[in-house]
C-alpha cells in the first residue's frame, strides 16, 4: 500500500479494516483455544475497550507528567500482588516483557565474575531463551518427568553451578498445563542462594480462583518460601486487552535491578521501570478497567465455569477412542496427544470445522500433541468442541498421516538458508503445496510435519525464514 494523496474517512477506513479481517480467526466464541481469552460478558470486554481508548494517548514514559499512569498502576499491581502473595511490582506489555525484567534484575543482582546462567526446564517457555539471548545470559536447560511433565527436582539442583543467578518454575507450563514442583525448586535455589522465578503467565490469575472453585492447586506465589519473584499476565486470565502483565518481587531491592535510568546525555530525564519507554497506557486502562468491571466474583465466576469445562474436556478426550490427555493438568490447559492418528492432519481438520486447535511439535521426548487452552467462555461450546474432536479424528484417521515427499526433511535439513533470498524460500514451500502468500486460513499439517522432523535449531532457521517471506 503506498500512503494516499488525501485522507480517507473515517466510515472508509472501518470498512477496510473488516475486509482485512475477513478471513482473521474469531476472537470471541470460544473456537479459537489459543491466542485470545473471552469471558463471554461483551459488557466487560466494552468496558475495557472504552477504558482503553480514554488512555490511549497518555504516554507512560512520565509518571509525573501523567499521574493517573501512578494511581492506576498502583491499583492494579496492587491486585495482583494481594492475590500472588505480596511483594512490589510493575506492569508490563506481557509476559515475556515480564520475564525479560526478571532475568535483568536476577543477572545484574549477582557480584562481579563470570557468564551469568539460568536454570530452565524444558517446558518453560520461550521468552526465556528470548531473555537470555538478548541479555547475554546462558540457559542450562533441564528435564522433565516423562510421565508428568513437570520439571525434574534432582535434575535443577544438579544444574545450578557458581554461575547461576536464577532457577525457573512454571505454574502452570503451557505445553501441558501442570504446575511445577515450586516448593521443592525454590528451596533447592535458596539453599544455594540462588534466586527463583516463577512463570506464572498463564497461571497467575487463573490458580486462584480455580482452587477457590474447589481444585487442588499446589502453592505456587510469593508466598512460598525461597520464591523471589513471579509473572502473571493479565491479559490471558485476567482477560484484559492485550499487552497487560505484571512481574512481582518479593523484594523491592530486586524490583530495583529491573529498571534502567541513563543521565549520560545533556536531554530529559530517562528512567524506565519495563523494557519500552514510550508507550501508550491504553493497556493499563483497560487492565484496571477489567479489573473493576468484573470484581471477586466475576472472577470466581468465570473460575467455576472454566473448571467445569476443563473437568469435561479432559473427560470427553479420555472417551474418544486413540486419544489420551498428557499428564494430569491443575489448570486450564489440556494437551492431548494420540499414536493413531497424525495430530497435525486433526488440526486441519478442526480448523475445517471452524475451531482452531493449537498443534505442538514434538520436543525433548514429549510427543506432538494438540492444546486447547479453556477460558471462561468455554463451558457453553465444550460439548461442541468434543463433537469436532470425535469428528476431526475419524475424519484425520480416512486421511491418513501427512506423507512428505522422499528427502524433503533431509532437503531442508542440508539447506543453506542464508544462500536463499525470500522469493527463493518462498519458491521452494510453494513446490511441496505451501503457500505462504495466500489469503484464508491455511492448511498446516505439511509445515507442522517437516518442522518436527527437524531438530530444534533448524526448525528456528526455518521459521524465521517463514516469517520473513509471509511479511515481504
Not at 225 to 253: E, Q, R, W
Not at 257 to 271: C, D, E, L, N, Q
Amino acid at each position: 500500500m503506498s500512503l494516499p494523496e488525501k485522507g480517507r474517512g473515517i466510515e472508509e477506513l472501518l470498512a477496510e479494516i473488516s475486509r482485512l479481517r475477513q478471513d482473521d480467526l474469531p476472537v470471541r466464541g470460544g473456537k479459537v483455544t489459543a491466542y485470545v481469552y473471552d469471558t463471554g460478558r461483551p459488557e466487560v470486554h466494552e468496558a475495557a475497550a472504552r477504558a482503553y481508548f480514554e488512555m490511549l494517548e497518555v504516554n507512560t514514559l512520565d509518571p509525573t507528567a501523567f499521574p493517573s499512569v501512578v494511581e492506576m498502576e498502583r491499583q492494579v499491581v496492587g491486585a495482583v500482588a494481594g492475590l500472588l502473595g505480596g511483594g512490589s511490582g510493575i506492569f508490563t506489555s506481557g509476559g515475556t516483557e515480564s520475564i525479560m525484567l526478571a532475568v535483568k534484575a536476577a543477572r545484574d543482582s549477582r557480584p562481579a565474575g563470570g557468564p551469568a546462567r539460568m536454570v530452565v526446564p524444558v517446558t518453560a517457555h520461550p521468552a526465556f531463551h528470548k531473555a537470555a539471548h538478548y541479555l547475554g545470559v546462558a540457559v542450562d536447560a533441564v528435564p522433565v518427568d516423562p510421565v508428568t511433565f513437570r520439571a525434574s527436582v534432582a535434575a535443577v539442583e544438579e544444574a545450578i553451578t557458581s554461575d547461576t543467578v536464577l532457577v525457573v518454575a512454571s505454574a502452570p507450563s503451557y505445553p501441558q498445563g501442570v504446575v511445577d514442583p515450586v516448593a521443592e525448586i525454590a528451596a533447592v535455589a535458596a539453599a544455594r542462594g540462588v534466586l527463583c522465578h516463577v512463570d506464572a503467565c498463564v497461571g497467575g490469575w487463573l490458580l486462584p480462583w480455580l482452587r477457590e472453585a474447589g481444585a487442588q492447586v499446589p502453592p505456587f506465589d510469593l508466598s512460598v518460601p525461597g520464591v523471589t519473584s513471579i509473572s502473571c499476565d493479565l491479559h490471558k486470565f485476567g482477560y484484559s486487552p492485550k499487552g497487560a502483565s505484571v512481574v512481582l518481587f518479593a523484594d523491592p531491592a530486586l524490583r530495583r535491578r529491573a529498571y534502567f535510568a541513563s543521565a549520560a546525555w545533556p536531554g530529559y530525564t530517562v528512567i524506565n521501570a519495563t523494557v519500552q519507554s514510550s508507550k501508550s497506557a491504553g493497556p493499563l486502562g483497560g487492565a484496571w478497567a477489567t479489573f473493576q468491571a468484573l470484581g471477586r466474583e466475576g472472577y470466581l465466576e468465570l473460575g467455576r465455569a472454566t473448571l467445569a469445562a476443563a473437568r469435561r474436556l479432559r473427560e470427553g478426550i479420555a472417551g474418544i477412542p486413540g486419544l489420551r490427555v498428557l499428564g494430569d493438568p491443575e489448570s486450564a490447559l489440556v494437551a492431548f496427544g494420540s499414536a493413531e492418528v497424525d495430530v497435525f492432519v486433526l488440526s486441519d481438520e478442526a480448523r475445517r470445522r471452524g475451531w482452531f486447535l493449537q498443534p505442538q511439535l514434538s520436543y525433548a521426548g514429549i510427543p506432538a500433541n494438540i492444546h486447547v487452552t479453556v477460558t471462561g467462555v468455554t463451558l457453553h461450546g465444550v460439548e461442541a468442541m468434543l463433537e469436532v474432536i470425535a469428528e476431526s479424528v475419524a475424519a484425520a484417521r480416512e486421511r491418513g498421516p501427512v506423507t512428505l515427499p522422499d528427502g524433503l526433511v533431509e532437503l531442508v535439513a542440508g539447506l543453506d538458508l542464508d544462500a536463499l533470498d525470500d522469493a527463493a524460500f518462498g519458491e521452494l514451500a510453494a513446490s511441496v503445496g505451501v503457500d505462504l502468500g495466500g489469503s484464508g486460513q491455511p492448511e498446516m499439517a505439511v509445515v507442522n510435519a517437516v518442522l518436527d522432523a527437524l531438530p530444534a535449531d533448524r526448525r528456528e532457521a526455518v521459521l524465521v525464514r517463514f516469517l520473513s517471506v509471509i511479511y515481504t
